[in-house]
Structure formats: structure tokens, C-alpha cells
């Protein structure tokens, strides 16, 4: 392994993407039970945030021969899933138009903000585990296969996600706004 290849994995970016990351899988993992209003709030705040970090990396490329252990089974990946479908209830689907698929439908094809946020999850947690376990070459090859999925996958999911969480805070309806103070209360 070169030592500049090494290096990359030490880069003060790098350190940030990786303490909003591990911030961001904190988050997600005790979700359970939250206030929806809390947890859009919350969520609206680490997404830009994750996004931002992620554009920001410095080019990586992998070195090793295998592909770094992932951490996140499916059993994991569902209990997430259906956690945070479970706090967003009602506003958990969302149309999306900007699915490769749309352009042989004529109808806008459905997701849903907790497979999304899941989805992100999972990337982020597999990357997160092994770069604490601290051994450059693999952390290198986790930052290298983050940073390419973030191109093609969960960046535009995380993009896609935003839309739609901006859309559950802004457009609470009066009624919903005095359903949400009354559970509160």
C-alpha cells in the first residue's frame, strides 16, 4: 500500500463525513418512539449536512483485493425500516419523478421516505463499522465504495428524501398541527 494512497483516509473531510455519519446512524438507531414533529425536524438538519460532507471528500480509490466486510444484515436494515415508517406513519409515501423507471410509466412511481432514510442507513453503517475497526487499507477501500455509491445511489435518495421531508414539516394542515399539540400534551 502507498502511503499517500493511506493518507487519504486521515484527511480533515474525511474525519468530518465520518462524524456526521456516524451522528447520522446514531440518530437513525434510536429513532424508535420519537415525535414525528421532532424527528422531521431532526432529520432536516443532518441530511444537508450528510449530503455536504459526502460532496466534499476527497477522490478515493480502492487498493485492496476484497471488498470490505458490510455490517448491516437484513434483519437490521427492516427493523430500521419499519421504526421509521412507524414514527412517519401517514406521510411515509411520497411520489417520486426522478426514478429511471419513470420514463416508461405514465404514472409517478410511489417510495417512501422510512425505505429511503433505511437505505441511506445502510450504506452509511456499513462504512461507519469498518472504518472503526481502524485498519487503513480497508477503511481506504469503505471510504472509496461509500464515496461511489453516494454518486449512483444514496445521494439522490438522500436528495429525493429531503423533498419530502420538507414537504411532512411545511404542510401540516391546521387539523394535523392540533392532532400533534394534543398528543403532545
Not at 494512497?5 to 473531510?13: E, K, L
Not at 425536524?41 to 449536512?49: F, G, H, I, V
Not at 477503511?139 to 439522490?156: H, K, P, T, V
Request: aromatic share 10%.
Amino acid at each position: 500500500m502507498k502511503k499517500k494512497d493511506s493518507q487519504v483516509i486521515f484527511d480533515r473531510n474525511v474525519i468530518e463525513f465520518v462524524t456526521v455519519a456516524a451522528e447520522f446512524c446514531k440518530f437513525v438507531e434510536q429513532a424508535e418512539g420519537s415525535k414525528r414533529t421532532n424527528f422531521v425536524d431532526t432529520t432536516l438538519k443532518l441530511l444537508p449536512l450528510l449530503y455536504l460532507k459526502a460532496s466534499m471528500l476527497p477522490p478515493c480509490e480502492t487498493i485492496g483485493d476484497e471488498a470490505p466486510e458490510t455490517f448491516v444484515t437484513e434483519e437490521t436494515y427492516e427493523i430500521v425500516r419499519m421504526n421509521l415508517a412507524g414514527i412517519l406513519a401517514d406521510r411515509d409515501d411520497y411520489l417520486d419523478v426522478f426514478v429511471s423507471d419513470m420514463k416508461y410509466s405514465d404514472q409517478p412511481i410511489t417510495r417512501y421516505i422510512s425505505e429511503d432514510l433505511a437505505d441511506i442507513y445502510q450504506d452509511i453503517k456499513d462504512f461507519i463499522f469498518v472504518f472503526q475497526l481502524g485498519l487503513n487499507e480497508t477503511m481506504n477501500d469503505s471510504l472509496a465504495i461509500c464515496q461511489e455509491n453516494f454518486r449512483l445511489y444514496w445521494g439522490q435518495k438522500l436528495v429525493n428524501t429531503l423533498r419530502a421531508l420538507h414537504e411532512v414539516k411545511y404542510s401540516n394542515t391546521q387539523e394535523e398541527e392540533e392532532e400533534e399539540e394534543d398528543i403532545e400534551d
